[in-house]
């Protein structure tokens, strides 16, 4: 066997290639060496993210990068007080953005306004939303994966939808401009360990879908793993299991105001 071919052959449980490696590394970063991140590596990034598939080749994303102190400091309390979001070098938002196409069809010299009573908003579909929603994701992780294979870490940030409105406006964010999550990126200063995730037996079926009681067992043992992990990586504060952690989120009203904010950009109306 070659040495590419070894690279990437291996049993099911063994590390396949560097790519895959990389992968499941994966672990959220919340403290950062106050080192910055050169701009071709950012703009490498970037081009990362934008060779990501996109829906019907729509290309719904835009993102902004925040650079102005006072606006991070905005954002980190808008995220409900998530320090990281001010001190980490980059600090990226990631926006839904169906403002672009509608300007450069309006631009078109054939366009004609469309007189179609059900399709004179073009872009107010749910479908519209959520494709360019499935954009932004996938631009998103592509960059997560470019930085971490510069050694940077990443995080996510969605709690900036906990104050959209005003994320909107401190971004000055036009009809059809969504914000849906920010990215934290910098060169790691702690090294957490990786969370586990569900057996792949609970996500990954065969034809037909197979309801949770089927592997309950399995979810059980899992619910015991992350337990676990909770009490190991807080020294015993906390202590819960993830069906534990479902539940509370599940009694929690999350961001009640976002169908309300997604009307009033024109956005998700039918
Ligand atoms: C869209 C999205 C939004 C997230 N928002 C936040 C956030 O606001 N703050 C935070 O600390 N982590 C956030 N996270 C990170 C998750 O908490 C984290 O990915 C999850 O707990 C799994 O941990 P891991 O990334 O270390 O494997 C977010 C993740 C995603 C995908």
Redo the contacts with the bound molecule.
Sequence with gaps: MNDAKAKTSATSESVKNDTITLLQA???I?RFKQKSINSADLKLIIKAGQAAATSSFCQSVSVIRVTDEYKRAQMAEW?GG?PYVQSAPEFLVFCADLSRAKYLISQLDSHQPLSDSNNDEPFAWTEQFITATLDVGLFAQNCAVAAQSLDLGI?????IRNQIQNVSRALELPDLVVPL?GMCIGYPDQS?D??PRLPTEAVFFENTYVAAKEYEQVSNEYDQHIKHYYEQRTKGKLSQTWSEQLAKQAATQTRPHMQTFLHSKGMAKR
């Design positions: 994966h672990r959220s919340r995220a998530q995080c996510y940030i969605g709690g999550f957490p990786r969370k």
